[in-house]
């Protein structure tokens, strides 16, 4: 990803939180996290992500996804004898589809990203319309997907450790270099 | 604080949070919480809350309050050898000025709230517009006050335990029961 698509990226999220009526200050907006997950493919496999408090009790974000983005499949383990991330993500705007460990579904609505297919193994699915919600709990492996208008999702969730995050393709790297 | 009061006051909370972009489902707007500490003069004093997750880790609000409304000074005290709530006021919608422990600002523009001065001990004043936010250390007393408007504040916080607040007024109780 290069400095201008990242650029381009903060646009764009600002644009659709001010769809959902989220209000950044003039700091948060320069700090909005564009991750493309290493995989230089952003609209179709990425997320942007305001964080706006990550203590060591707790953490809050809201996410945005353009249209059909895809966060791929991970999960937060158990470090250093502490148990692993609990989120609660909570539609904002939009629609989103949420994959998790347990029964697929038999014919899901999202996609899995073409040429990344066997990156994906959950797909037991969650639909979020705004103002639902769902909580994943601890080292359960998910991925989400928005549908054609993109979504805002915000993030309530234990202290998050996002390097250490367990992707299910190996060719991922969470905190990837942004190209000047 | 009568069954209709509250049904009231459950209506212009929806009304204030549509406002500030934010959609709940039906179950939830029959559960929005509405605390007039007992004091019965909620539009005076008082605050409406929905908790959208409470876990054994962290918990996520979103705190709404009618104009000039003002949520009493109290603290979250250690119980059971944890430490108190820490919690993250981020405003959303309107303006909010929140009082915390500090030095006194010489003039502040919030008031207390007439006939309870006594129950107001802190006036370091921080004022919250929307994407504004504050974060409030564990056992540090506080209050909070809309502006003319109302004010939607969302709360990110380590576990909540609302029974064990402590209020500075003494005749507050923050369960009180609803009368038919």
Chains 1, 2 share one sequence.
Not at 3 to 28: D, H, N, P, R
Request: hydrophobic share 30%; net charge negative; charged share 30%.
């Amino acid at each position: 990803m290069t400095k201008q698509e990242q650029c381009e990226a903060q646009e764009k999220t600002i644009e659709l939180l001010s769809k959902a009526g989220i209000i950044l200050t003039e700091e948060e907006k320069k700090n909005i996290e564009v991750a493309d997950f290493g995989l230089n493919e952003l609209t179709k496999t990425g997320l942007q992500l305001i964080t706006y408090i990550n203590t060591d009790r707790y953490c809050a974000k809201d996410l945005v996804l353009f249209p059909k983005q895809t966060c791929p499949e991970h999960k937060h383990p158990t470090i250093g004898g502490k148990e692993g991330k609990q989120e609660t993500f909570r539609c904002r705007w939009g629609k989103v589809w949420l994959y998790v460990e347990g029964p697929s579904t038999e014919k899901i609505l999202g996609y899995t990203p073409k040429g990344s297919e066997g990156a994906y193994t959950v797909f037991h699915e969650i639909e979020l319309n705004p103002g639902e919600q769902y909580t994943i709990e601890p080292n359960t492996l998910h991925w989400f997907q928005a549908d054609v208008d993109g979504a805002v999702v915000s993030e309530f969730s234990s202290t998050s450790h996002d390097e250490f995050d367990i992707f299910t393709d190996p060719r991922i790297s969470r905190i990837p270099e942004v190209a000047e």
